[in-house]
């Protein structure tokens, strides 16, 4: 149990483009999740957390305008990477908390995105 | 301000030989701790968490962890490395009352294994 996939794994696109990549819950239902950011050999940096129908937010730094975030239900949210530019290339990785009160996240597998 | 300090940033080791991953952290308040893992190209995966009760904490592919309250520290151990463990390892706290209970992750900690 407590899967959360990632669509797509890898994407590639050019500068000026605007990406969605899809974060699931696939066997829970997820009121909380966050969005993490991480560059080579680094660690994780959390950009914001979105509540199931409400506006998310944004840690600071992150442009809120750059990185829309929609979680529209309780299985999925998306991140839109906005007029995406080379140095927007990076992982970006999903959890999910099933909000009983617990404080484990459940982390996908993450997306590659590369901006030419 | 809390925070998370993975002392050493890459750990090389022999197969079959123990290891440490150092976690140590600062908080003013109670805390829930972690280990992940991370495979190349891949997603976290949990190792094992310490939430309350009894210190030390067993996880996944023969790991365990202590969780020391007066020094702060929750290192990571296991008995006899294979070489399949060769991944980043990261320490990561959340933080009682804490805002949606953020993750607060450590820099890393990329352990080799060597035949």
Known sequence: GAVVSQHPSRVICKSGTSVKIECRSLDFQATTMFWYRQFPKKSLMLMATSNEGSKATYEQGVEKDKFLINHASLTLSTLTVTSAHPEDSSFYICSARTGTGAEEQYFGPGTRLTVT | ?115
């Open chain 2, 1 to 115: 301000a809390q925070s998370v300090t993975q002392l050493d940033s890459q750990v090389p080791v022999f197969e079959e030989a123990p290891v440490e991953l150092r976690c140590n952290y600062s908080s003013s308040v109670s805390v829930y701790l972690f280990w992940y893992v991370q495979y190349p190209n891949q997603g976290l995966q949990l190792l094992l968490k310490y939430l309350s009760g009894s210190t030390l904490v067993k996880g996944i592919n023969g790991f365990e962890a202590e969780f020391n309250k007066s020094q702060t520290s929750f290192h990571l151990r296991k008995p006899s490395v294979h070489i399949s463990d060769t991944a980043e390892y990261f320490c990561a706290v959340s933080f009682y009352g804490g805002s949606q209970g953020n993750l607060i992750f450590g820099k890393g900690t990329k352990l080799s294994v060597k035949p």
